[in-house]
């Protein structure tokens, strides 16, 4: 199955979909391998797992599975083990309730939405930064090749491993809560890698994880039969008045997050105002 994978992506790498292969190191602390299911020689029995070469090993389902297309099996830096199954999935149809939504992300506030609604970001790293310094400020103290400074290790991966389960969490119920609301959910094309760039804000920005939401809602319209649509990075929704059109450039500023139309003098909110701008500029490409 290595070759097989090592194969396709030198093929992708020369068709130019994908960058240069890169060879797993045996000294990370993820290791993960997959193989395909051939003859039934991967299945659920009861409260164990087969594998090939490994036999019935026990394990703790978390959902119902179909048929068994190929396992991943993962182990993380904290010393766990999972079985990732790859299965032929048929999504039941979800009844929402046919609304339209835009979405405006940011930094302080996860997202604003057209309809006036405002959802916090959560910030679970900055939560946690004080806790992930003093552990890794012991870990960097032991002697490289001790026993110790792998107890170390652990504590810190676990340290990030709760962070990374408690922004999965947030973002699976966010997104899903989108979906089950409305038909139609327009939001930015962002560049994120490109805005990671600024090193005073990539570290919010990766916190934030507007790429996975994104990625997040798009797997899960497919799923559901919801349109997501893609405003272009260029608009300036930030800086258009969404009563009378007028475009502000003062608005540019980041610091400015009220302010007033000189048109029609319209009292806006910064996010709230980007977010109605995004819903009909995404409305109108849906019906060009």
Not at 38 to 63: A, D, T
Not at 205 to 217: N, P, Q, R, T, V
């Amino acid at each position: 199955q290595s070759l097989r994978d090592l194969d396709r992506g030198f093929v992708n790498f020369f068709q130019k979909r994908a960058k240069h292969p890169q060879f797993k190191s045996k000294h990370s602390h993820h290791q993960s391998y997959r193989t395909i299911n051939q003859s039934n020689n991967i299945r659920i029995v009861g409260k164990y797992i087969k594998l090939p070469k490994l036999g019935y090993v026990k394990v703790r389902q978390s959902m119902e599975v179909g048929k068994i297309n190929n396992v991943t099996i993962e182990h993380t830096p904290t010393g766990k083990y999972f079985a990732v199954l790859n299965i032929e999935f048929e999504p039941q149809p979800m009844n929402n309730k046919g609304g339209k939504v835009g979405i405006d992300v940011g930094i302080k506030e996860f997202y604003s939405d057209s309809n006036g609604n405002v959802v916090s970001n959560p910030k679970y790293l900055e939560k946690s930064m004080r806790k992930l310094m003093r552990e890794q400020r012991k870990l960097s103290r032991k002697e490289k090749g001790s026993k110790n400074r792998n107890k170390q290790r652990v504590k810190v991966a676990l340290v990030h491993e709760k962070i990374t389960n408690q922004r999965n969490d947030f973002l699976q119920n966010e997104s899903t809560k989108l979906i089950r609301e409305n038909q139609t959910i327009c939001i930015e094309d962002l560049k994120v890698k490109n805005m990671m760039r600024n090193h005073k804000l990539a570290q919010h920005i990766g916190s934030a994880s507007w790429s996975k939401f994104f990625d997040m809602l798009t797997y899960k319209s497919v799923w559901y039969g919801n349109d997501i649509v893609k405003v272009p990075t260029m608009y300036p929704s930030s800086q258009t008045c969404s009563c009378c059109g007028f475009k502000n450039p003062l608005v540019k500023n980041l610091a400015i997050r009220k302010w007033e139309c000189p048109e029609c003098h319209t009292k806006h909110d910064r996010d709230t105002n980007a977010s109605i701008n995004i819903l009909d500029k995404g409305l109108q490409m849906q019906s060009a």
